[in-house]
């Protein structure tokens, strides 16, 4: 099949050892032009400006970070809706950054995307079952016992009546909405889902129904999923090991507890300094919250991005990028970059 | 002064003499709202979106207002702002502001009010921000139209407003549209256009639900510090129970147009007093909980408002129907009896409702 569709073998593949999605030096820059005619280039947006990231097979990734940061661009990227500028994306070793369409197509039943609006994200004219038997019919596969069964197979498996076939989107709350396009993405029984803030649209009651349905089909079906969210409890909750990112990189990436309990590097301080909890106790108080608004991702700061609102920057941070490395006294696969980590009280009393 | 709530009976059946001490002072109160009901005609049928609401909000205090989606947040802050179309409403009970009844009260009068001593900010602030006008002239305009001053006192007024809310270099960022303007930046903008007349009330409906964290926590931080310089009372609509932990002094939580459960924030979120409370706060993971046990969502689906079930309007959702005797669930509304502002509509016994909580709920809780 991979000289057929001429994707690459990665020569060094392990099998069984590599993870399933490798992400390496990452890069998506969109182009700004002028208006008017002539629409000249006059500079680009870097919305990831090398990413580096991977996921186990059955494993949930969490990518959190602040609006803009490129997150959804990375997820774009991975499903392959969007053509990196740059970088390698390796799907079980193979390199599909730069695979066409047609090379793509084997791959793209495996790699499935769940958007946040589960209203714009489904054909109004079409009918849940047609809805949720497109993936089948455009990868031309027939399931044993046909596309109809599988569908209400499919149904019943997101929590969903079957006979809810024929009905169409808008005879559903936004939860069951949401359901109907988790329904899609598993049709092809895929191994990688991309779920983009699948939650967040939702009233929190629904929201729990929709993450514990997204849990028990990553357990029982083992799939591997990047899971982007800005509401760090959800994520914490659902992913196994979370990345953050800042202006189109990671900065720091670790198992859950590590990153939740021990983090860092300033800009996850800063970003779990400022959630609110549902406790009066435990409210948030005032303490290590940016100053101002983000940099341009048009002209990001020289050395470390983070450095025009850290609170510890140093003259080093300015020339010389911090790259994301493992520290030899944290948990194993906890990378920060960051010239000065320390734990969160280094970072707030340098305010 | 606002009536006693005689029509009120069955929704504050207890409020009338032996707690009358803990009901705000009428002229403390800035806002009160009496047995409030809105409803819409539709092809459907009649939705019912608020349905005997009550409550008082003193002069310079907070109240949070929760509730899942649909449960008439929104149309009760339209109603206050008298912005539902007439055509296709009916607005019942009474609202009164500053001793000025809302109800039926003639446009011109609510056109004054709104913008200069009631105003509001929404979620989406690009939509309540003109794009073809600069950020500055904006409020300037909002300044001239209420106040009368000068086009020369409105611009400084602009620049001072865009300047308290966090805008740096607010005399140039004061001639960029909005476009210009990052999402966090339009909502400190929207803020200060609401803020600009100094009104009395402030309606903020979902203003961060769409903003990260670190901005949202910027913006709760601002309103905190206005309303600490300037004492306007503020309704802050949202579902998020967070939010609320760090922003409001007391809560009202709504189920099906109608109030269940009212008390301070520590009260309401450490030992909160009805089923629906407990289902909202058990559906959010905590920041430090247990990561092993699923979420425990309120199960079913939302009541619909064209036939709201009859009784309690959470029965069919609800895990302790059993625990009440002759079906009282099912057929009789539980009133909502407030004792110094504290209280919630179940039929359960305040004793098990503080036993449940404390045994059943609180252990499963993160
Ligand atoms: N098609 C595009 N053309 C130009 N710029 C783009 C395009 N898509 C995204 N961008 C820009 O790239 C940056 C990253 O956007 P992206 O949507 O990936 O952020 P995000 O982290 O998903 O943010 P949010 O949390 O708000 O969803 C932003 O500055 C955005 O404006
Ligand atoms: N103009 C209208 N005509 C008919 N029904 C309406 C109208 N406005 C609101 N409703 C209905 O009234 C109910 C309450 O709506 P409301 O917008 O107050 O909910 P909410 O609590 O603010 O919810 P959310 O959290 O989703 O914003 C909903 O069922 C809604 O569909
Ligand atoms: S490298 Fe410097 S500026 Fe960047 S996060 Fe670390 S201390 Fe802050
Ligand atoms: S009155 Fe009955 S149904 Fe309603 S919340 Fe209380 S126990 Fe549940
Ligand atoms: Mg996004
Ligand atoms: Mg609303």
Redesign the pocket.
């Known amino acids: 099949m991979d000289q057929k569709t001429g994707v690459q073998d990665r020569p060094s593949a392990e099998p069984g050892t590599a993870p399933l999605l490798e992400v390496a030096g990452l890069v998506k820059h969109f182009p700004v032009r002028t208006g008017g005619l002539g629409r000249r280039q006059v500079g680009k947006v870097r919305a990831v400006d090398g990413l580096d990231l991977a996921v186990g097979v059955g494993e949930s990734l969490g990518l959190v970070g602040e609006s803009g940061c490129g997150k959804s661009t990375t997820g774009r990227l991975i499903t392959r809706l969007l053509e990196p500028t740059d970088g390698s994306i390796r799907y079980q070793g193979r390199e599909i950054g730069h695979a066409t369409r047609r090379e793509l197509a084997p791959i793209r039943s495996e790699i499935q995307m769940i958007f946040q609006d589960p209203y714009s994200s489904l054909n109004p004219r079409q009918t849940v079952g047609a809805i949720v038997a497109a993936p089948m019919e455009i990868n031309r596969i027939d399931p044993p016992g046909g596309r109809k069964a599988k569908v209400k197979e499919l149904l019943e498996r997101v929590g969903l009546n079957p006979e809810h076939y024929n009905r169409f989107p808008h005879e559903f709350s936004g939860g069951q909405r949401q359901r109907v396009g988790i329904a899609r993405a598993l049709a092809l029984r895929p191994k990688l889902i991309v779920a983009d803030e699948p939650v967040s649209a939702l ?1 929190v009651s629904i929201q729990a129904q929709v993450v514990n349905l997204l849990q028990s089909l990553q357990r029982e079906l083992d799939i591997a999923f990047l899971f982007i969210a800005h509401d760090l409890a959800v994520v914490r909750h659902f992913s196994e090991r979370v990345a953050v990112m800042y202006l189109g990189k990671i900065v720091e990436v670790a198992d859950r507890d590590s990153v939740y309990g021990n983090p860092h590097h300033p800009y996850t301080h800063t970003l779990l300094s400022a959630v609110c909890e549902p406790d009066p106790d435990k409210a948030r108080g005032r303490r290590a919250l940016p100053i101002g608004d983000p940099p341009s991702p048009l002209a990001p700061p020289s050395g470390c991005r983070f450095r025009t609102r850290c609170p510890k920057a140093q003259p080093l941070c300015a020339e010389q990028e911090p790259p994301l490395a493992q520290l030899a006294e944290l948990a194993d696969g906890h990378r920060v970059a960051c010239h000065f980590p320390g734990p969160a009280e280094d970072t707030l009393t340098h305010r | 002064m606002p009536d006693t709530p005689d029509g009120a009976g069955v929704l504050l059946p207890k409020q009338v003499a032996p707690d009358s001490a803990s009901v705000p002072a009428p002229d403390a109160a800035i806002l009160s709202v009496r047995d409030l009901t809105v409803r ?1 005609r ?1 092809e459907d049928g009649v ?1 019912k ?1 608020v349905d005997g609401l009550s409550f008082d909000l003193a002069r310079g205090s907070t109240l949070g207002i929760v ?10 802050a339209l109603s206050v702002l008298g912005l ?2 007439p055509e ?2 009916e607005l019942g009970g009474t609202i009164r502001f500053d001793g000025t009844e809302l109800i039926g009260a003639p446009r011109r009068t609510l056109n004054r009010l709104r913008g200069r001593r009631i105003s509001m900010i929404f979620q989406d602030a690009l939509a309540a921000l003109s794009p073809f006008y600069t950020v500055g002239e904006q409020i300037a305009e909002t300044y001239r139209e209420h106040m009368g001053a000068s086009r020369k006192e409105a611009k400084a007024r602009a620049v001072e407003m865009l300047g308290r809310v966090g805008i740096p270099n607010p005399n140039r960022r004061a001639d960029d549209y909005p476009h210009h303007f990052s999402g966090g930046m339009r909502q400190r903008a929207m803020i200060a256009m609401a803020l600009v007349c100094d009104p009395d009330l402030l309606i903020a409906d ?1 203003p961060t639900t769409a903003l990260d964290v670190t901005v949202q926590a910027q913006i709760l931080d601002l309103i905190a510090d206005l309303q600490a310089e300037t004492g306007t009372a503020i309704i802050f ?1 949202t ?1 998020d129970l967070g939010v609320i932990a760090s922003t409001v002094h007391d809560v009202l939580v ?1 189920y099906a ?1 109608r109030c269940v459960e009212r008390g301070t924030v520590r009260e309401v979120l450490k030992d909160p007093r009805h089923p629906y409370t407990w289902g909202l706060l058990s559906s959010v993971p905590e920041l430090s909980g247990s990561v092993d046990l699923p979420l425990r969502p309120v199960r079913g689906t939302p009541p619909s ?1 064209l036939n709201p079930p009859p009784g309690c309007p959470f029965h069919p959702r609800c895990d302790y129907v059993a625990r009440v005797p002759e079906h009282a669930c099912s057929l009789d509304r539980p009133p909502l009896e407030l004792v110094a502002g504290r209280g919630s509509a179940c039929h359960l016994a305040t004793a098990d409702k503080t036993r449940i909580f404390a045994d059943e709920v609180r252990p499963l809780l993160g």
């Open positions: 009233d | 819409f539709t939705v979106a509730g899942e989606s649909g449960s008439g947040k929104s149309v009760t539902h179309n296709r409403t979902e609509i579902h709504m147009g408002l």
